[in-house]
């Protein structure tokens, strides 16, 4: 969606908002964070536990591959010195230089074989990780919006929203009711203590969900 299209789009809902308002008298209006519910709920917290886990697997898994390579390398160092021996007689040269391109060669790929390794997994990885955090996400908006359903909110504002220019979509409210604890509250009444974020963890991303285009 454009940055004019967006601008449409606000000016929309407000022109509707000021038409019920006028209609119906005063609306029914509540905001909510969502970036903090999606941080804070233990079920991100889990999901990126596991997520940490799979990374450190992974990093375990490259390093031992570059271990081998490592190996590999001082064998090349050794076999280098030995060339540059002046005493060493052409037939031993020939063979030790032949030793050498073998064991470059097997370095080379293994090394390319361990990128595209970590390529392979670290994607796989991170598209698991985005569809789980967006399933977190619907989870959460289907909870907002059954709290709005049940208190009959006519609004519910996403405080944390921020347009492309990094300036938050909402700037103020009057008498809006946040919803954001009593959601929270919700969220984590079943967690396990040891599924709660911890501060000073690393704090997930939320996911970016694409909004559907624009009918022209």
Not at 8 to 37: F, H, R
Not at 153 to 167: A, C, E, I, L, P
Not at 171 to 191: E, I, P, Q, R
Request: no cysteine; charged share 30%.
């Amino acid at each position: 969606m454009s940055f004019f299209r967006r601008l449409l789009s606000i000016g929309l809902a407000a022109s509707l908002a000021s038409m019920a308002y006028a209609q119906e008298g005063k609306l029914n209006i509540a905001t909510v964070d969502m970036q903090e519910l999606f941080k804070q709920y233990y079920r991100t917290n889990e999901a990126q536990k596991q997520i940490n886990v799979e990374r450190a697997r992974i990093q375990k898994d490259n390093n031992e591959r570059l271990g081998r390579i490592r190996e590999l390398e001082n064998t090349l160092g050794n076999l280098r010195k030995q060339l540059e021996d002046p005493a060493l007689n052409d037939s031993k040269k020939q063979a030790l230089f032949k030793d050498w391109q073998m064991q470059q060669q097997e370095g080379i790929a293994l090394d390319r074989e361990r990128r595209e390794f970590l390529q392979r997994r670290n994607q796989a990885l991170n598209e698991k990780m985005l569809q789980r955090m967006k399933g977190i996400l619907e989870e959460i908006r289907k909870l907002v919006e059954e709290k709005a359903k049940a208190e009959n909110f006519d609004y519910v504002f996403d405080k944390s929203g921020m347009s492309t220019s990094q300036v938050p979509f909402l700037l103020y409210t009057k008498d809006a009711t946040d919803v954001t604890a009593v959601l929270l509250k919700d969220l984590n009444k079943d967690a396990p203590a040891e599924s709660l974020p911890v501060e000073g963890e690393t704090e997930p991303e939320m996911p970016k969900v694409e909004a559907p285009p624009a009918s022209e």
